[in-house]
Each structure stands twice: as structure tokens, then as C-alpha cells.
């Protein structure tokens, strides 16, 4: 117990931003964000520790830190993912909302060009060429439209 006394009564501020560091270069291989958190903790314990507090209290302001950070982000960046996710493998759904030009139409179908792909669509509106167009829905490689 003396010796883990000892060890903690020498931690200095450059102890805590090296932990920091190796937490963050740990999360940054890892991508997982469970580093993250202590990572950040370490750093603001390192900016505590440069006013002198006694090392007892970086302690429990690092322990603290960890475990209101978690708690708090976590949750909040794992809410981002899953709105950035929602559609990275689904190139159709993330059409939705954007704006085309209509290359050919006749009878409720035709082609879109949104961006620089060329797509087959479909309208309850009679569109002709060269008209601006807004996708309100995707069916597999078809995508719905209607007048911009």
C-alpha cells in the first residue's frame, strides 16, 4: 500500500497528458469511443494538476470525469452514428430530398439525372425535359419525383 502511495503522490501534469495521449492513440485504433472519455478526463485533470492541487483530488476529479463523460457522451456520439449510418450503404435513400433534371419523360416515367448518375423515375406529375425535379421517395433503382 506504501508503494502505491508513493507511485500516486508523484503523478505531475505531463504524467496525465501522456495518458491522455496513449488513451487517445488507443481509441483512435480501437474507434470505439470507450477510450475517448478517459482520454478527455486525463486532459482536464492535466490542466487541474499545472494550478498545484493536491494529487488526491486530480485523482478523484480524473475518476469523476470518467464516469460523467461516459455517461453523458457516450450515448450522444453513439445518437450521431446512427444518424451518419442510416444510409451509407444505401445510395438510393440517401437521394431522398436532393434535386434532379429530367432528361426524357413520357407517361409517368422516365430519367433523372441527380448529380451524375442518370436514373430511372417515376411522376404522377407530367414532367418534360430539362425541368427541375425533387425525390420524395426510392423504390429499389427507381426514385418517385415531383416538380422542384
Given amino acids: 500500500m506504501d508503494a502505491l502511495l508513493a507511485l500516486l503522490s508523484i503523478i505531475e501534469p505531463q504524467h496525465w497528458l501522456i495518458l491522455g495521449l496513449v488513451l487517445l492513440i488507443a481509441e483512435m485504433a480501437s474507434g470505439t469511443t470507450y477510450l475517448l472519455w478517459p482520454a478527455a478526463a486525463a486532459f482536464v485533470t492535466a490542466l487541474i494538476a499545472y494550478f498545484g492541487v493536491p494529487n488526491w483530488i486530480e485523482l478523484t476529479i480524473f475518476a469523476l470525469l470518467v464516469i460523467a463523460l461516459t455517461y453523458w457522451g457516450r450515448p450522444?456520439?453513439?445518437?450521431?452514428?446512427?444518424?451518419?449510418?442510416?444510409?451509407?450503404?444505401?445510395?438510393?435513400?440517401?437521394?431522398?430530398?436532393?434535386?434532379?433534371?429530367?432528361?426524357?419523360?413520357?407517361?409517368?416515367?422516365?430519367?433523372?439525372?441527380?448529380?451524375?448518375?442518370?436514373?430511372?423515375?417515376?411522376?404522377?406529375?407530367?414532367?418534360?425535359?430539362?425541368?427541375?425535379?425533387?425525390?420524395?421517395?426510392?423504390?429499389?433503382?427507381t426514385l418517385t419525383v415531383k416538380r422542384a
Avoid: C, H, P
Avoid at 120 to 137: I, P
Fill in 76 to 141: 450522444l456520439v453513439q445518437n450521431l452514428r446512427k444518424r451518419e449510418d442510416a444510409t451509407l450503404n444505401e445510395r438510393g435513400a440517401a437521394l431522398v430530398g436532393t434535386r434532379g433534371v429530367v432528361t426524357e419523360f413520357a407517361n409517368g416515367a422516365g430519367a433523372v439525372k441527380v448529380g451524375d448518375t442518370v436514373w430511372r423515375a417515376v411522376s404522377d406529375e407530367a414532367l418534360t425535359s430539362g425541368e427541375s425535379v425533387q425525390v420524395s421517395a426510392v423504390d429499389g433503382v
